[in-house]
């Protein structure tokens, strides 16, 4: 590897230790390559992320776009791009995921609503599931496995939006729920988040059975990272559904949750 690419890939890992730190503590258990490649593809999908939600004054569809651009070249100074396309060509990943992904980062910019849960499950299969996706070709799967990999982007991606349906709401004029269930609980907020927290739950428990389908080097860090999610719905209940507060685990809870996934792989 040059010293170009390893400056790169420290420039992910950078990236992934500020944004994704549930995450970034649950990739700490893969093998060293594969810690790299995390970096590398969270980075990737962190960037559009950040164009999208955080745009500062500049055009997002544009910036998306540029950067669409630049990745499918492979004509870049990007560190971010340079070891993306590292990470893919070594461990073989299908290109036309990294399309699909930034294609749904796209729609971002201009969709801000969804009727129903058929359609937030379209976008949340370019948005997480291919990112389970991606992961499983870095670590290495036995047939069956990809069907689990993409309920775990499920998974996470719902965990996700409710910890942050007013941060969304209100900063980015985005509500990642289905309106047909919004109306249906009406002014019920309690009620709606216990029904979307037990689809949540409905997913890593099947998410959670593929990980033996994993090779056996990068089970335990799946498996904490799933955990490490899982908690944060739990730490929503303990909040009384309130999400004006950020549902966070603490160092130690993020111990005792990986402590725990030990046990289970």
Not at 68 to 80: F, M
Request: aromatic share 14%; proline share 3%.
């Amino acid at each position: 590897m040059t010293s170009e690419l390893q400056r790169a890939y420290r420039e992910c890992q950078r990236i992934h230790a500020k944004h994704g730190k549930s995450y970034y503590f649950a990739t700490r258990f893969f093998p060293k390559d594969l810690r790299y490649a995390t970096y590398a593809l969270y980075a990737f999908f962190r960037l559009p992320d950040e164009m999208v939600d955080n745009p500062a004054g500049r055009d997002p569809k544009a910036e998306l776009e540029r950067f669409r651009d630049e990745w499918r070249s492979g004509v870049t100074t990007n560190p971010v791009i340079m070891a993306a396309r590292d990470t893919f060509e070594r461990y073989k990943i299908p290109f036309q995921y990294s399309g699909v992904f930034l294609d749904a980062m796209i729609q971002d910019t201009w969709k801000t609503t969804y009727s129903t849960y058929a359609e937030l499950e379209q976008y949340m299969y370019g948005s997480a599931a291919v990112v389970g996706l991606m992961m499983s070709h870095v670590i290495g799967f036995k047939p069956g496995a990809l069907a689990y990999a993409e309920k775990l982007g499920y998974a996470m991606q719902l965990t996700n939006f409710l910890r942050d349906i007013r941060e969304d709401k209100e900063k980015r004029g985005r509500v990642y729920m289905p309106q047909d269930e919004l109306a249906r609980f009406a002014d019920d907020h309690v009620a709606f988040m216990k029904f979307q927290i037990a689809r949540a739950d409905a997913l890593y428990d099947e998410a959670n059975r593929g990980i033996p389908l994993l090779e056996a080097r990068g089970r335990f860090a799946v498996r904490a990272a799933s955990d490490l999610y899982r908690a944060i719905l739990r730490k929503i209940e303990q909040q009384n559904y309130d999400v004006t507060l950020r549902a966070r685990t603490s160092f130690v809870e993020k111990i005792f949750i990986c402590l725990r996934a030990k046990f289970t792989v």
